[in-house]
């Protein structure tokens, strides 16, 4: 499992890798760097190829803490999407206005609990 994911890493760093480098010689190096989703891919790869060399001379392999940094800016990409799709937008948005609520269901739930784990402890601590 570690080596497929170790295979997996290796070659979406070479995925994103080549795609920034076609994009450079297609756009120009000011073409590129002028919008901030090709910087923000940029930066991505550079972090990745950071992530890689550090894991590999520290631990002689891609090490789970570098490989959660890696990913973490990896899905950043994926908010590109939500500037493209409306639908996704709009799904998006809703999920973004619901989360106050959800921590307050979340609240509650956990309150909930707590006071069923004092009963417990409670009725049962004789037994």
């Given at each position: 499992?570690?080596?497929?994911?170790?295979?997996?890493?290796?070659?979406?760093?070479?995925?994103?890798?080549?795609?920034?480098?076609?994009?450079?010689?297609?756009?120009?190096?000011?073409?590129?760097?002028?919008?901030?989703?090709?910087?923000?891919?940029?930066?991505?790869?550079?972090?990745?190829?950071?992530?890689?060399?550090?894991?590999?001379?520290?631990?002689?392999?891609?090490?789970?803490?570098?490989?959660?940094?890696?990913?973490?800016?990896?899905?950043?990409?994926?908010?590109?999407l939500?500037?493209k799709?409306?639908?996704?937008?709009?799904?998006?948005?809703?999920?973004?206005?619901?989360?106050?609520?959800?921590?307050?269901?979340?609240?509650?739930?956990?309150?909930?609990?707590?006071?069923?784990?004092?009963?417990?402890?409670?009725?049962?601590?004789?037994?």
């Open positions: 499992m570690v080596n497929i994911l170790e295979f997996i890493n290796y070659f979406f760093t070479a995925v994103f890798t080549f795609e920034a480098i076609i994009k450079i010689i297609g756009l120009g190096f000011k073409g590129y760097f002028s919008k901030g989703w090709n910087v923000f891919d940029f930066i991505i790869v550079v972090i990745s190829y950071v992530t890689l060399i550090i894991g590999l001379t520290i631990s002689g392999t891609f090490g789970p803490k570098q490989a959660t940094v890696a990913r973490a800016f990896r899905i950043g990409r994926i908010f590109r939500i500037k799709a409306k639908f996704l937008r709009v799904i998006f948005n809703t999920i973004i206005f619901t989360i106050p609520s959800l921590a307050n269901v979340g609240a509650l739930m956990m309150l909930l609990l707590f006071i069923f784990a004092i009963l417990g402890v409670y009725l049962f601590a004789t037994i």
